[in-house]
């Protein structure tokens, strides 16, 4: 079997679409689209843009903030836990109810991170801008919660 053949026996990477999660993930050179010709939009990277992580790092600290902010809250039985996952880590304990919480925004912050070049849906609203409002619900949030601990 001479190399051509050996080569076209081999599947061809740049056939399929990179993966999300990837072995270069992190370690990896990729920061942008590859080409010229690429598409801006729709692409993943080995290492996401320093903005991306601090995005991703304020959604996780707001979200703990949240966190202490509403057990305290629920202490004082001046407010009641909405979310169901939330509700059955309650059940069995502040520090369940805190690992839930915790798990539940790191997963999303990852994929939110992961998708951070992406436009979803319809309307074709970009990730970075719904990371944004998220944080400005969240901090919508943590003010409202401010304010029932301490008006």
């Not at 270069?24 to 993943?44: A, C, E, I, Q």
């Amino acid at each position: 079997m001479t190399k051509s053949e050996k080569r076209a026996k081999i599947e061809d990477r740049r056939n399929r679409p990179t993966p999300a999660v990837s072995e270069h993930l992190f370690r990896g050179k990729r920061r942008g689209p590859r080409r010229d010709t690429d598409p801006g939009v729709n692409y993943y990277v080995d290492r996401p843009a320093r903005a991306a992580w601090q995005h991703a790092l304020l959604l996780v600290c707001l979200s703990l903030l949240d966190a202490f902010l509403s057990l305290w809250l629920f202490s004082d039985g001046r407010s009641n836990e909405l979310n169901p996952l939330l509700i059955v880590g309650l059940k069995y304990g502040n520090w369940v109810f805190l690992a839930v919480k915790l798990v539940l925004t790191l997963f999303s912050s990852l994929f939110l991170l992961l998708h951070w070049n992406f436009r979803i849906g319809p309307l074709q609203v970009s990730v970075v801008r719904l990371v944004q409002v998220l944080i400005g619900l969240y901090l919508l949030i943590v003010g409202y919660e401010l304010i029932l601990l301490f008006a």
